[in-house]
């Protein structure tokens, strides 16, 4: 069977039992309200069909995971030892410095979630987004899918599936990276870990899932704003006075930077090493979305293998320095094949595709931007699958085009996380719907 074949059995069930479907649907919205999952707008917006994958595609997903984390590997370690790739970045002195700051441990780059459009039926692939420690969405993943099997459509569902575990998992990778941080054995009893970021911008309700993640393994585990912690002879506390030390950090670095006079403790503690702070500053090499620019720069090919380079070539769209120069005359006059995204926001916030946008207003976006750290990618058009949600009493059938993330977990692919949206762009702020993630069991 296709993967396309599974979803339209699923598809089957809800058609045939809608009225059902509705009534599920707005009891999954009340389940939701209960877990803290929710979008910026407020209600998450989720469908009712899970994105379902098997065996022979999770596999190709995974090998494509591996290779991008090698590649992203030598990036940071390049960075790190080489002052000419340094400068194809441009990071300002207080950013550069934090980077270089040794963390204490060995993994580059402990949690990243890498997005890709993969092709259902070539199983083709695009990688066009590196999130590193502010990675997030577990959650939704884990509580759409929770509530989709409270459903009738599910039951009724012909195929066993899987969903995918992302929070006991990275409890045993943060605690196999803190082991090297000191390095030897310790006792995860006598130890207390902090999920830090600013608290005015956190996914409050999964970190209360992280949380008892850790407290159910016998680890002592407090959720703190970065802005409120105090560093004292050497040991680091949040504002209760609790001796943190282990940072799972949240707050991304574009945040950290612009708020760095409010977090100077906390960055005293980092860059002294009195605490272990995962993720450290250096994964800001894959998150800045400039690295795509970089990754199609010829004169770093030496960097990586001749595999390394081709699948570069054919797996990371093409993408510039948005500037005037030729590249962005071709975008003006060629708009349906480009998409423009700033170097360091984060949730899709600045993403413009040519294809959302009339002639005019795209030169418009061109022209405001250029110069000012955006890149110009090609744009990758989404593979398009059936979907539906309820809004009012009512489905709503629809064609989605669909993202895959890829949660990496020092390296290793622990889950996936499904984007749809009818636009160009997808975003869960802006009309874009989140799909859980399944595998069929028997195939895994």
């Known amino acids: 069977m296709t ?32 877990t803290g999952v929710g979008s910026i707008k407020g209600d998450l917006c989720f469908q009712l069909i899970p994105k379902i994958f098997d065996k022979a595609a999770f596999n190709i997903i995974e090998n494509a995971a591996s290779m991008m984390y090698k590649i992203l590997e030598k990036c940071i370690y390049e960075y790190q030892q080489n002052e000419n790739f340094r400068k194809l970045f441009g990071f300002d002195k207080e950013l550069e ?79 196999n990276i803190y082991g090297d941080f000191k390095k030897g054995d310790f006792d995860k009893n006598s130890i207390t870990v902090g999920i830090v970021d600013f608290l005015d911008k956190a996914t409050m309700g999964e970190f209360v899932a992280f949380k008892k993640a850790f407290l159910d393994r016998g680890i002592n585990c407090v959720i703190a704003d970065i802005r409120e912690l105090k560093y004292e002879n050497e040991v680091l506390y949040d504002k209760e006075k609790n001796k943190i030390d282990l940072v799972y950090r949240r707050a991304v670095t574009s945040d950290c930077m612009e708020r760095i006079d409010e977090i100077s403790e906390f960055l005293a503690a980092y860059k002294n090493k009195a605490v272990c702070t995962v993720g450290g500053f250096k994964t800001q090499v894959i998150h800045n979305k400039i690295l795509f620019s970089i990754l199609h720069n010829e004169n770093i090919k030496s960097i990586f293998s001749d595999e390394e380079h081709e699948f570069i070539k054919k797996h990371i769209p093409f993408s510039t ?71 009012n009493g009512a489905v709503y059938y629809g064609e989605y085009g669909n993202t895959t993330g890829l949660y990496l977990y020092a390296g290793k692919l622990m889950g996936l996380y499904s984007r749809q949206m009818q636009r160009a762009t997808t975003t869960t702020q802006d009309e874009g719907r989140v799909a859980c993630s399944w595998l069929i069991k028997n195939e895994v």
């Open 3 to 34: 993967l396309k074949d599974y979803e339209n059995a699923y598809l089957k069930h809800i058609k045939a039992n809608e009225k059902r479907t509705i009534l599920d649907a707005q009891n999954i919205k009340n389940y939701l309200k209960t």
């Open 321 to 391: 320095e948005l500037k005037l120069d030729k590249h962005f005359d071709t975008a003006k006059n060629n708009k349906d094949l480009f998409i423009i995204k700033p170097n360091d926001l984060y949730a899709s916030v600045g993403v413009y595709a040519g294809l959302d946008y009339s002639q005019n207003d795209w030169k418009a976006l061109l022209n405001k931007n250029a110069g000012t750290g955006y890149i110009l990618q090609k744009y990758c058009a989404p593979f398009k699958t059936a979907n539906c949600y309820e809004k």
């Open 97 to 175: 410095e934090l980077v270089l700051s040794d963390t204490g441990y060995a993994c580059q780059l402990p949690i990243a979630r890498i997005d890709m459009f993969f092709d259902e039926d070539s199983f083709g692939f695009k990688f066009f987004e590196f999130n590193a420690d502010g990675a997030s969405a577990m959650i939704e993943d884990r509580e759409i899918g929770n509530a989709l099997k409270m459903t009738k459509a599910y039951k009724d569902f012909e195929f066993k599936t899987k969903s995918f575990e992302l929070f006991d998992c990275w409890v045993d990778t943060i605690l």
